[in-house]
C-alpha cells in the first residue's frame, strides 16, 4: 500500500479529444500496479516557483499494469483541468498517485446485473467498468443512462455503442435531429422506463455532479431500490 500511494511520475503516450472539451490523457507509467474499475487517482502540478496543486481524476481505462487513462473535462475557471486537457502533450511528465478508492468499484466477478448512471463528466468512472467488462469477457448484464446536455458533450459516444452495453442517452439542452423525447432531465419516468427494476436486484452505480446524484440517488430508493445496492461518487464545480 506504501508504494501504491507514493507519487509516480508518468508520461503522456497519447491524447484523444473526447468533445470539444474534455481529453483523454493516456499514461505510460512503469511503477503502475493496475487498478479497479471505478477507483481514481491524484495529480499533482507544480510551478516552477514551488506552488503545487493537487486533484483526483477518476480513471478512464480498464486494469492493465504500466499503463493508465484519465479523461479530463474542461471546468470553467478552473486551475488544474485546462492545462491537462488543452496544454500538457504526448512526451510531457505528469506526477500522479494511485489507485484510490475501494468503495465506487465493479470487478468482473459480480454477476448480479449493472446499472449505470452518469451525469455529464460522471460517465468517466462507469467507462472504466463498461471497458473492464468487455476485457473480462463477462456477460454480466449492464444498463447505462447517460444524461448530457448536447449529443457534442456525450463523451465516449462513439465507443458506448460498442462494448454490448444496454445505452440511452438523456439530453439535457439539446437532442439528436428526430430524437423521440424533447430534452429533460432524468426523472421517474425515464428511470422506469430504462433502467432495471427493483425486482432485477441490480447493482448501482450513480456519478456526477452532486445535485445530479443527490436527486437520483433518492428517485431509485422512492422507486423501491434497495439503498444498500446504490453506490455514488459526486463532485462539485471544481473538483475535477
Given at each position: 500500500m506504501v508504494r501504491r500511494l507514493s507519487w509516480q511520475v508518468g508520461t503522456?503516450?497519447?491524447?484523444r479529444?473526447?468533445?470539444?472539451?474534455?481529453?483523454?490523457?493516456?499514461?505510460?507509467?512503469?511503477?503502475?500496479p493496475g487498478h479497479l474499475a471505478g477507483q481514481h487517482l491524484d495529480v499533482r502540478l507544480t510551478a516552477p516557483d514551488g506552488y503545487s496543486t493537487e486533484r483526483s481524476y477518476s480513471i478512464a481505462s480498464?486494469?492493465?499494469?504500466?499503463?493508465?487513462?484519465?479523461?479530463?473535462?474542461?471546468?470553467?475557471?478552473?486551475e488544474v483541468s485546462p492545462y491537462l486537457a488543452q496544454v500538457l502533450d504526448v512526451g510531457d511528465p505528469l506526477e500522479l498517485r494511485g489507485p484510490v478508492g475501494g468503495y465506487f468499484v465493479?470487478?468482473?466477478?459480480?454477476a448480479q446485473p449493472v446499472q449505470l448512471i452518469a451525469g455529464g463528466s460522471g460517465v468517466v468512472p462507469l467507462m472504466a467498468m463498461a471497458r473492464a467488462r468487455a476485457q473480462a469477457?463477462?456477460?454480466?448484464?449492464?444498463?447505462?443512462?447517460?444524461?448530457?446536455?448536447?449529443p457534442a458533450e456525450a463523451i465516449y459516444a462513439s465507443e458506448l455503442g460498442d462494448l454490448g452495453i444496454d445505452l440511452t442517452f438523456a439530453y439535457t439542452r439539446r437532442t439528436p435531429p428526430d430524437w423521440p423525447m424533447p430534452p429533460g432531465r432524468v426523472g421517474a419516468g425515464l428511470?422506469?422506463?430504462?433502467?432495471?427494476?427493483?425486482?432485477?436486484k441490480p447493482r448501482v452505480?450513480?456519478?456526477g455532479p452532486t445535485p445530479f446524484v443527490e436527486v437520483v440517488a433518492n428517485l431509485l430508493v422512492d422507486a423501491g431500490h434497495d439503498p444498500a445496492a446504490i453506490r455514488t461518487e459526486r463532485f462539485g464545480p471544481t473538483g475535477r
Open positions: 503522456v503516450s497519447a491524447v479529444d473526447e468533445t470539444p472539451t474534455a481529453r483523454t490523457l493516456v499514461l505510460d507509467v512503469p511503477d503502475w480498464a486494469s492493465a499494469e504500466g499503463r493508465v487513462e484519465i479523461t479530463v473535462q474542461v471546468v470553467d475557471d478552473g465493479w470487478r468482473p466477478g459480480d469477457g463477462s456477460d454480466t448484464p449492464f444498463k447505462l443512462l447517460y444524461s448530457v446536455r448536447s428511470l422506469a422506463a430504462h433502467a432495471w427494476t427493483p425486482d432485477d452505480y450513480v456519478c
